[in-house]
Structure formats: structure tokens, C-alpha cells
């Protein structure tokens, strides 16, 4: 049977910690996220996405706007964001989808460093140059998006089944393992009860081998990006370089 992680922290670099493996809703009907979300918390998970407030748990909220005044950047929110910190109504605060330009350029003028940089991140997408940076600064990574997306066929591959019958674990385990493994926390997305339990309950300490095998899936596979929403602004600077589909 798979080696349990499911109690595995982060630390961030502001001291705080956040689990390793989380629970996201991004795009589930009101209905459904509740019914999922209370699936959530009776399967032990303490890591959510869009104020699912319970005592103990991690969670945290998204600003959705995402058109502003043309003579308003991402540099002014910033600086607002970091006066709330003063205020007490937030203990942490973070970024979502920034490439290592927008990184680059939100360093070198903010007084706080993002604690997390929530991001597509999979076997296909590992953002490797924007991992070493945010390293560098000590940003914690969360992938949303771990298990792939529509027209996925990670779960299918050949390499992944095979660990996870050794593993006695689901492929999805594997995905998730793989990415707790490379440093990152993982949020993945379901309304299946039986899967939102087994997602945070089968995961295991992967292997040296293990990784290598999954970190190659890139190389054969071909980079892609399965969640590419249009914001009317150029976003996700580094696939070209990275030769993402």
C-alpha cells in the first residue's frame, strides 16, 4: 500500500505552514462546491481554496478582477495588498499565475515578498525556470491543474499506471505525489466524495526513481498547458521559451 502524506506542511516564508495537499473548487457550480467542500473536510484535508473557513484549516481567497484601470498595475494592488498586513485581517499574502517577468518585476519593488505563487503546474507544465526563481526568493509553490486537464491523457500513460499498480494507489495519486515531492503543494479538483478521499489519503513519499520517471514525461510527452483562460493581456511569458503548447 502507498505510504501516507496526507499530514505533510509546507513552511512559507513568513513561518507559516500549509499542507501539502489541498482542495480546490475553481469552476464547480455553488451546489456542487458546498456538496464537495464538506466531502472535503469529513476526508481530513486542511488546505482550501476560496474561504472555506473552518477552525484549523488553511485557507485563503482570490481577487478575481482581472481588468483594471489602464493607469492602475499589478505593482499598485501589491501595495495595497501589503497594507492589509498592518491591518491584522490577513495573515499572509500571495500571487496566482505569475510568470517569472511579472516575478521579476514585482520583486524589484515590493516591500513584501509573496509568500505563494498559485500556478498550473503538472508533469507536462513543470515551470522550471519560475520554480528556481521563486526558490531563490523563497516563494512557495501551489499547483492547481496537477492532475492535468481536459484532453489529459497523463492518466492513461503507460509510466504512471505502472507505479501506481506497485504503489497500490489510483494514477491521480502518483500525479499528486510526484508534485509534493518536487516541493510544491498540490490542489487538485473533484465533486466525487470516493475520489476526494482517495486523492488526499492514497498519496505517497515518492521515490528517486519514481521521480526521474515522471520528470521525463515532458521530454517524451511534449510540453502543454491545459488551463489557458484569455485575460486580454499577456500572462504566461515563459511557454514560448519552455516550447508549451
Known amino acids: 500500500m502507498a505510504e501516507?502524506?496526507?499530514?505533510?506542511?509546507?513552511?512559507?516564508n513568513t513561518g507559516a505552514k500549509i499542507p501539502a495537499i489541498g482542495f480546490g473548487t475553481w469552476k464547480a457550480g455553488p451546489g456542487e462546491a458546498a456538496a464537495a467542500v464538506q466531502a472535503a473536510f469529513e476526508a481530513g484535508y486542511r488546505h482550501f481554496v476560496r474561504r472555506a473557513a473552518r477552525k484549523g484549516a488553511f485557507t485563503y481567497?482570490?481577487?478575481?478582477?482581472?481588468?483594471?484601470?489602464?493607469?492602475?498595475?499589478?505593482?499598485?494592488?501589491?501595495?495595497?495588498?501589503?497594507?492589509?498586513?498592518a491591518t491584522g485581517k490577513v495573515k499572509d499574502i500571495g500571487v496566482a499565475n505569475f510568470s517569472t517577468v511579472n516575478m521579476s518585476k514585482l520583486l524589484g519593488s515590493c516591500k513584501v515578498i509573496p509568500a505563494v505563487n498559485q500556478t498550473e503546474i503538472?508533469?507536462?507544465?513543470?515551470?522550471?525556470k519560475l520554480n528556481a526563481l521563486c526558490q531563490q526568493?523563497?516563494?512557495?509553490?501551489?499547483?492547481?491543474?496537477?492532475l492535468g486537464g481536459s484532453g489529459s491523457t497523463l492518466h492513461e500513460d503507460p509510466i504512471v499506471n505502472t507505479i501506481a499498480k506497485?504503489?497500490?494507489?489510483?494514477?491521480g495519486n502518483v500525479l499528486l505525489s510526484w508534485g509534493v515531492r518536487k516541493g510544491w503543494s498540490v490542489i487538485p479538483k473533484s465533486t466525487n466524495p470516493t475520489r476526494i478521499a482517495s486523492n488526499l489519503q492514497k498519496c505517497f513519499h515518492m521515490d528517486d526513481d519514481e521521480t526521474a520517471q515522471i520528470d521525463n514525461?515532458?521530454?517524451?510527452?511534449?510540453?502543454k498547458?491545459?488551463?489557458r483562460p484569455n485575460w486580454g493581456t499577456t500572462v504566461f511569458h515563459d511557454d514560448q521559451e519552455a516550447n508549451v503548447q
Open 4 to 12: 501516507i502524506i496526507q499530514t505533510k506542511d509546507f513552511f512559507l
Open 61 to 85: 481567497g482570490k481577487e478575481d478582477r482581472t481588468v483594471h484601470d489602464p493607469d492602475w498595475d499589478f505593482i499598485d494592488t501589491w501595495r495595497e495588498m501589503e497594507k492589509l498586513l
Open 122 to 128: 503538472q508533469p507536462l507544465l513543470p515551470q522550471k
Open 137 to 146: 526568493h523563497g516563494i512557495h509553490q501551489t499547483a492547481f491543474g496537477p
Open 166 to 171: 506497485k504503489r497500490g494507489c489510483s494514477s
Open 217 to 223: 514525461l515532458v521530454t517524451t510527452l511534449g510540453g
Open 225 to 227: 498547458r491545459f488551463n
